[in-house]
């Protein structure tokens, strides 16, 4: 499976952004799909994920309100709408899809992953 990120962007604090996260090679259909972010000097954390047919989803306690995970299944595409975006949401964000169909926070779970997208939010 490759995996492209895009839609990144900058904005300033309060703005909006939909990321999306377009698979080939290969369906998506069968796997969970994460989204990541890595600020500068800080570890990869997960933002938020959603299992096989979107029915179960999870997000880090950060993004709880203003993030929203989707995907569209006949598309291939992983979306994740962020709303209310503050400085602190400053990262490169990576999708990726796990070897499993349910949604993991486990970074360990997820076996392949995009290139990432830049995200930058001013104040």
């Known amino acids: 499976v490759q995996l492209q990120a895009s839609g990144g962007g900058s904005v300033q604090t309060g703005g909006s952004l939909r990321l999306s996260c377009a698979a080939s090679r290969r369906t998506l259909s069968n796997n969970g799909v994460g989204w990541f972010r890595q600020a500068p000097g800080k570890e990869r954390e997960i933002a938020a994920a959603?299992?096989?047919?979107?029915?179960?989803?999870l997000y880090a306690d950060s993004v709880k309100g203003r993030f929203t995970i989707s995907r569209d299944r006949v598309k291939n595409t992983v979306y994740l709408q962020m709303n209310s975006l503050k400085p602190e949401d400053t990262a490169v964000y990576y999708c990726a899809a796990a070897l499993r169909s349910g949604a993991t926070d486990r970074r360990n779970e997820y076996r392949y992953w995009g290139q990432g997208t830049q995200v930058t939010v001013s104040s």
């Open positions: 959603i299992d096989w047919n979107g029915s179960t989803t």
